[in-house]
């Protein structure tokens, strides 16, 4: 499935809010991150984030299926966050979109990113993509652990 990156502007946060929600909420039912979880962030926090750094919606089938957002901090980039809507997870469109970012963000080397430990599947994603694993680790709750990943341009 072939998927395309669109900037999002002010007049998506309605749009993009919905679907970062529904993206984000099986996994704050499982991991009761209230605190973290994109699915509990208000209206307002995303918009800040839309009009404040490089935010796209992922559009797949003629429709926002997802978003991804990138920050620069420290001379790297960093993907904060991604998602998929759960009915469209699994066919690749997270994989593509970070690699897509990735050809569009080239001044520094450094990719960065920080994902929930006892999710398997998404750090295997990562790692298929270059990405390793970081000293950083941090205990949210006994049932949640964040880690980093670091990829580094042609290593």
Known sequence: MEIKLVKAIAGDVLLLHKVQTEAFQPILEKY???ETNPANEPINRLFEKIQYSS????????????GIRIVTKNNSYWISPIFVLPQYQGRGIAQQAIRQVEQ??????????????????TCCLYEKLGYERTEFEQVVNDRMTLVGYKKTRNS
Do not use: N, P, R, S
């Not at 935010?55 to 997802?66: T, Y």
């Open 32 to 34: 009761l991150d209230y």
């Open 55 to 66: 935010f796209f919606k992922i559009i797949a089938d003629e429709k926002c299926v997802g």
């Open 104 to 121: 569009l963000f080239t001044k520094w080397d450094t990719w960065e990113l920080q994902t929930i430990q006892q999710e398997t599947g």
